[in-house]
């Protein structure tokens, strides 16, 4: 982050860092530079360091910068996916014979890739309740490299508290990953707590409206950060110029909608609470949430996902998911529209049979910024 917007507060930072009037016209947004390659004046004469899109881009770049400024970190890259960042990242800081902890309630494609990817490699994991930190100390090994932390998490909005398990890592030499897709920066800032990187699907609320697939890192150290840059160059599953260019747009909103969705959230999760074919409702908004107060501690406000269990089991979880019309039924989260999902047969269907398999009678709810009445309403009468 420049000592330019380090002092400003975090709105402001989300609508001009990296965001700097074009110098040819003054546009005010910067352009989308759809571009391969680009003219060297001489051998070796690069104009402002560009030569080529997968190495640099000057509509990444402001994306990247921006990235950094709002996350607190000294270096932002942003990348085509969220796997793909996370890839970048593994391949970094792993080589064979290191071990991860990772947590037992994660992304699905998280948890696919270490066990399908990256184990093959050569490298292990363990599995551990993050929320609980003598869990997470007592997975750590003399190998272990890297601990991977969701807070939030996906899909059982588990609270981890990065602060004590950044002590852990650093105890152990190990580098502390925490993905912050679902609180955002708006609500989290994980590296002000002790976290070596940030991982985000900008898929979700960076982007915010459903139009894009991008995903990113956020490094708290500078050298760090240039050699994940020198590995994103080398792997180049980087950003494309317009994908850079709509995620940027949609940070400028990024407060006004977290402060949205997070009201909705936290209606949508009461009314549930009340309601009598619902077994358990999963907010950290809550107060009986288990992670209410470390949740209060470090987020600004408890966010958009809502996930709860009714009764009936498996079946009457599926037909309420087929029952909602306002809530769209599908995967993703974190756009203006409100979606439902069932993440055992959805997104975490990848993780059925192992320490990470998700209960049958779980529904997820991405609240999205709708009138809340019209949301309450619509969930009632899916659950009958």
Request: a negative charge; aromatic letters at 6%; proline letters at 5%.
């Amino acid at each position: 982050m420049s000592d330019q917007h380090s002092l400003q507060s975090f709105e402001t930072r989300a609508i001009h860092a990296g965001n700097t009037a074009d110098p040819l016209t003054g546009a005010v947004v910067p352009p989308i530079y759809q571009v391969s390659t680009y003219k060297q004046d001489g051998v070796g004469g690069l104009r402002g360091g560009y030569e080529y899109s997968r190495s640099a881009n000057p509509t990444r770049t402001a994306l990247e910068e921006n990235l950094a400024a709002i996350e607190g970190g000294r270096r932002g890259l942003a990348f085509a996916s969220g796997l793909a960042a996370e890839d970048c990242l593994l391949r970094t800081l792993l080589s064979p014979g290191a071990h991860v902890v990772i947590p037992n309630d994660a992304y699905g494609g998280t948890f696919r890739l270490f066990a399908k990817v990256v184990e093959r490699w050569g490298v292990d994991f363990s599995v551990a309740d993050t929320s609980d930190p003598a869990a997470v100390r007592a997975s750590v090994t003399d190998r272990t490299k890297v601990i991977w932390v969701e807070t939030p998490s996906n899909p059982l909005l588990g609270i981890t508290d990065i602060a004590a398990v950044a002590d852990i890592a650093r105890t152990a030499g190990a580098k502390l990953v925490v993905d912050n897709t679902f609180a955002s920066p708006y609500l989290q800032q994980p590296i002000a707590l002790g976290a070596d990187v940030v991982v985000h699907s900008l898929t979700k609320y960076m982007g915010g409206h459903s139009d894009v697939v991008g995903g990113a890192l956020i490094a708290a150290d500078a050298d760090l950060g240039e050699e994940l840059a020198y590995h994103q160059n080398a792997m180049g599953a980087v950003a494309g110029p317009f994908d850079a260019w709509l995620v940027l747009r949609g940070i400028k909103t990024l407060p006004v909608r977290m402060d949205r969705h997070s009201e909705n959230a936290t209606r949508v999760a009461e009314m549930l609470t009340r309601h009598p074919k619902v077994t358990q409702v999963l907010y950290p908004g809550l107060p009986e949430h288990p992670g209410h107060e470390i949740a209060a501690k470090q987020m600004r406000a408890f966010g958009g996902m809502v996930s709860f269990r009714v009764e009936g089991g498996e079946q009457a979880a599926v037909e309420v998911c087929n029952r909602a019309k306002l809530f769209t039924l599908g995967e993703s989260l974190g756009g203006v529209e409100s979606l439902i999902e069932h993440p055992g047969r959805m997104t975490h269907a990848s993780v059925v049979g192992s320490a990470l398999e998700v209960p049958g009678d779980l529904v997820r709810l991405s609240v999205g910024i709708e009138a809340a009445d019209d949301l309450l309403a619509d969930l009632q009468q899916a659950l009958g």
